[in-house]
Every structure is written in structure tokens, then in C-alpha cells.
């Protein structure tokens, strides 16, 4: 538990959870649930240690944030994707005029 708390976990993925809890003490969920008055000093020593500002909403609002940012990064990717291929269309048709001028000259030529 202390571990845990500690943000030093050696076998799980550190979340204050009891499933980190059973991980980190080596033993089963279901043997965690059972043992109650370890689980309660441990939900109380979580409690404590979260007691500042409201973690999960700090995090949903941080999400909001990122989804933002990344429906931003979307649209702005997707607008220069529609203009470089409105270039490649432009660049073709240059390619197509100047392969007919070319060829024209070609045939003056000979």
C-alpha cells in the first residue's frame, strides 16, 4: 500500500485502485475485497491524498481541452490535404498543356 501511495509501484500500472492494490500486494481482487479493514486504510489514505481539487473533474476538463486541440489538428489537416490536392489537379493540367505545347512544336519541327 505504501508503494502505492507512494508513486513507486513495482507490479502494477500505479492507479490508486484495488485492483493496483491486489497487483502490488501480490494477491487476488476478490482476496482484497475481502479483506475490508485493509481496504477502508487504504481508501481513507487515498482520500487524503486526493482531498485538494476535484481530480476528476480537473481531468475531464483537461480532456475537453485535448479534444479540442485534436478536432483543431483534424480540420487543419484536412483543409491542407483539400488544398494540396487542388494543386496536384492545378499542376496536372499545366503538365497536360505544356506535354500538348510540346508536342505541337515537336511536329513544327519536323
Sequence with gaps: MDRLL?????????????ASLA????????TAYR???ALEAFRQRVDERTSGPDVPATL??????LQGELREARRARYEEITDLR???DTLAQHVQVL????ERLRAELA
Design 60 to 65: 475531464r476538463e483537461h480532456i475537453r481541452k
Design 99 to 102: 506535354t500538348l505545347d510540346n
Design 86 to 88: 487542388r494543386s496536384v
Design 23 to 30: 497487483r502490488e500486494a501480490g494477491i487476488s481482487r476478490a
Design 35 to 37: 479483506a475490508t479493514e
Design 6 to 18: 507512494a508513486g513507486e509501484p513495482q507490479r502494477s500500472d500505479g492507479s490508486l485502485t484495488v
